[in-house]
């Protein structure tokens, strides 16, 4: 019963006044689920499998250790007039440091910190230092929209007119791969309102949920440097990750639904925010000794909370970074393996042997079709994806293993002495699909019976499938990149690895097989310190190259920061004045977070 009371809740979000939002989200979300209820399907089944599971367990299978800080790559793409660049290099930089500030709670002012109050955020934004090429860059692109469509110097970006410039012509202008980057637009201005007029409408984002095809925000250019309200971006990237606005099913004027069922799918499906009103142009705000006419429990800073519509806001709340982190990793992790934000080393990255087996790029059929895989799991990799369809132009191969200088996230190791191993494929369209998978063994670059992994097995309309087999104690070649296949479509399709596909599509990977484990303890990586407590030199072990160390004291003041290329370090302390401190240690993508003790 619960399932079926959060299937109708989430239903009802349309209700708002939408021209009247500072946020586009509700609207865009809804308008996108309307014209693709597929898409709406499989968000709704994200939801249910989070709720089923429950999000804390969720985390735990995932290894989301809260000291971790995700990195992911943004590219901002600076659609402008072709006159003058539309922000500066410098304002970009501000921009992003800012809101990192306020995800790490050190932005200052009314804003809160972790020890007063406040919610870390487990996620930091970083302007990309590799472009899809894999060559430098700073991470913006600066587009001239007008020399391509001139009303836009006018008319700007659609969101409710229909005589400016709309979103797939914008993104048709520049976009980088969005498994690998998160793409920001910042417009010059929406529905012909005057450059000059700062209020109305801000910008929107949509739900990591969202297939690549939408996936990303829009805002408009005068949220860069809007001193008065700095919180647009941390709050579009909020829905990004996966958060409602607090008063979601509800208005200016009109409580939020409620449901017996509860705050697990209530609303915005956090229960530490209490339920509230739309506080749009509300001022002065309440305080939290006021009455809270839809929570009895009162406001406890929901109405300064950042997803709120506030004229002050100062925190996140720990549900919403439990919800946040649970919706990203669910449905955007590879952004979290991506090195779009690491700059070019100029190694070459492990590459697979070059194949002639190699599919059309474009299905023989052109339509809506929605077949292939919308998931593929084995080992460490797990890819999301659209299935072949119109806004992908029904392309119908993928060859993951040519981003191997921008992710890891489509290669992995599987250990011959684990036998059996598991694959798990989703069919996300609307019919039945027959699947088939290959690990090239032998590294010849052709695709043989004996290496067939899965065999025509059929999959029912939105469902997944988990399937087991054996790598062969004999013919196969260890310890080096091997390529693997799998292919989605109407009919079977296991003794055609290299044909034409009707309707579906074909993806290759990167897998290495190794004879025996490594035997990393769960496979997490952790550094480690000593002396701690300490008076003066610390030591950092890692099992991995550190490339940045940072300390910074209780109120989130950065009192050390030096670049490294190494896996031991050591530091010296001894000026600081004791008390607690914290250690942050960057490697790769991802940085993680302990706490020392000063003598």
């Not at 012509?169 to 980088?176: E, F, V």
């Not at 095809?213 to 990004?240: C, I, Q, R």
Request: charged share 20%; with cysteine.
């Amino acid at each position: 019963m619960k399932f079926k009371v959060l299937f109708v809740l989430i239903l009802l979000q349309a209700s708002l006044l939408y021209s009247q939002e500072k946020c586009g989200f509700t609207k865009h979300q809804e308008e996108f689920y309307e014209l693709n209820p597929k898409a709406k399907l499989a968000h709704d089944k994200v939801e249910l499998n989070l709720l089923k599971t429950g999000i804390q367990e969720f985390l735990s299978k995932k290894n989301a250790d809260s000291n971790t800080i995700y990195e992911i790559p943004v590219v901002v793409h600076l659609m402008n007039d072709g006159t003058t660049p539309l922000r500066t290099e410098e304002e970009i930089i501000t921009w992003i440091e800012n809101c990192n500030k306020f995800y790490d709670t050190t932005f200052g002012g009314e804003w809160l910190t972790e020890a007063n109050g406040g919610t870390v955020i487990p996620f930091r934004l970083v302007l990309a230092k590799r472009n899809p090429s894999c060559e430098a860059t700073n991470g913006i692109n600066q587009i001239n929209v007008t020399s391509t469509y001139a009303k836009y110097s006018e008319k700007g970006l659609n969101s409710d007119n229909e005589d400016g410039v709309s979103e797939g012509q914008l993104r048709a202008l520049s976009r980088w791969d969005p498994q690998m980057y998160y793409n920001i637009y910042v417009v010059n201005t929406f529905d012909s309102t005057p450059i000059t007029q700062t209020g109305g409408l801000q910008g929107y984002a949509y739900f990591p949920t969202t297939p690549d095809s939408f996936y990303g925000t829009f805002m408009k250019s005068s949220v860069v440097v809007d001193k008065n309200d700095p919180t647009t971006l941390p709050h579009e990237f909020g829905h990004a990750m996966g958060l409602h606005h607090p008063f979601r099913t509800g208005s200016t004027s009109s409580c939020p639904t409620v449901s017996p069922e509860g705050c697990s799918v209530d609303n915005d499906l956090v229960c530490d925010t209490p339920s509230t009103i739309s506080l749009l142009n509300t001022n002065p705000l309440p305080t939290n000794e006021d009455v809270n006419g839809c929570d009895n429990a009162g406001w406890n800073n929901v109405q300064f909370n950042v997803m709120n519509y506030t004229s002050s806001s100062r925190l996140f709340t720990p549900g919403q970074k439990d919800r946040a982190l649970a919706m990203f990793l669910a449905s955007r992790e590879n952004l979290t393996k991506s090195l779009g934000g690491i700059s070019p080393t100029g190694n070459t990255p492990a590459s697979v042997v070059e194949t002639t087996c190699v599919p059309p790029s474009l299905g023989a059929n052109i339509g809506n079709f929605q077949f292939g895989m919308t998931l593929v799991e084995i080992g460490s990799i797990k890819n999301n994806s659209d299935a072949s369809n119109s806004s992908n132009s029904n392309k119908a191969y993928y060859d993951y293993t040519t981003n191997g200088c921008l992710t890891n996230a489509y290669s992995t190791e599987l250990v011959v002495a684990n036998n059996p191993q598991t694959i798990k494929l989703q069919n996300g369209g609307p019919n039945p699909g027959i699947y088939s998978a290959w690990i090239d063994y032998n590294n010849d670059g052709l695709f043989s019976s004996e290496e067939l992994i899965v065999t025509d097995q059929s999959i029912r309309s939105t469902s997944d499938g988990e399937f087991s087999f054996t790598i062969p104690s004999a013919n196969v070649i260890l310890d080096i990149p091997l390529r693997m296949r799998v292919i989605g479509d109407r009919l079977a399709n296991s003794t055609t690895p290299c044909g034409s596909l009707e309707y579906g599509e074909a993806e290759d990977y990167i897998v290495i097989l190794r004879a025996t484990t490594l035997g990393v303890k769960n496979f997490v990586s952790e550094f480690v310190i000593s002396p701690n407590p300490s008076l003066g030199i610390v030591n950092i072990n890692y099992d991995k190259i550190i490339s940045e160390v940072t300390v910074v004291n209780i109120a989130g003041q950065t009192v050390f920061n030096q670049k490294y290329d190494e896996n031991k370090v050591s530091l010296d302390i001894s000026n600081l004045s004791p008390a607690i401190y914290f250690i942050k240690v960057k490697s790769e993508n991802k940085i993680t977070t302990k706490k020392i003790i000063k003598k």
